[in-house]
């Protein structure tokens, strides 16, 4: 791991995105592998994705209709386990030297160096693993065929996060939804980073209390 912690100070809202983060690796793998371009999960997970939808769809003993319904609810479940992950894992902070280095790895590189565009989605030696092992989780609970479309759900919602958490740090739009989400993130990383950690959906945030506070400005008396 290198020895190299010097930050840049934290980049406020529309600054520009042309940053690229600090080497974290003396292993020029290592530190290659820690830089991912967007177009990587998609290459990976939309392959599988339409494989497990394949063969459950083509299952005798499923019924079509009921592995959509499935599916939604794997992509449904995906937003739960984002903000678990999001809240208890990227932002625990342990009181030691390794476990700053290690959280400085797994998330505190992405808020100190928010727009580096070549550290915004998970790097395929992180996700795939997990992946795997989220795999044998749903089969141990669902069994070995109603786990593939809830599987295929979930790795859908985990697209839907990562390309949707690059589109709201490098991607401008109009879109209502588009901009709500942006603004909604930025409260996250800008103002208060203790709160706010649904970034494709703000619902659990709701459910658990854990939604930025906005603070309105009074209108200026005449």
Known sequence: MSTQTAKMPRQAPGSSPREISPRMFD???????????????????VPVISFLLSVAVNAKDLNVFAVIGVFVLGVAFWSFFEYTLHRFIFHLRPDNDWGRKMHFMIHGVHHDYPHDPMRLVMPPAVSIPLAILMYFAFRGVLGPE??????????????IYDMGHY?????????????????????????????????SSPVWDHVFRTSPVVRRRKAAKN
């Open 27 to 45: 292993n020029p793998i290592l530190e290659w592998g820690s830089r991912v371009h967007p177009i990587v999960p998609p290459l990976i997970y």
């Open 167 to 199: 589109h709201i740090h490098h991607h401008r739009s109009n879109n209502r939804i588009s901009l709500a989400l942006r603004r909604y993130h930025y409260r996250h990383h800008f103002q208060q980073s203790d709160r706010g950690f649904g970034v």
């Open 146 to 159: 109603w786990c593939l479309p809830a599987f295929a759900g979930f790795l859908l919602g985990y697209l």
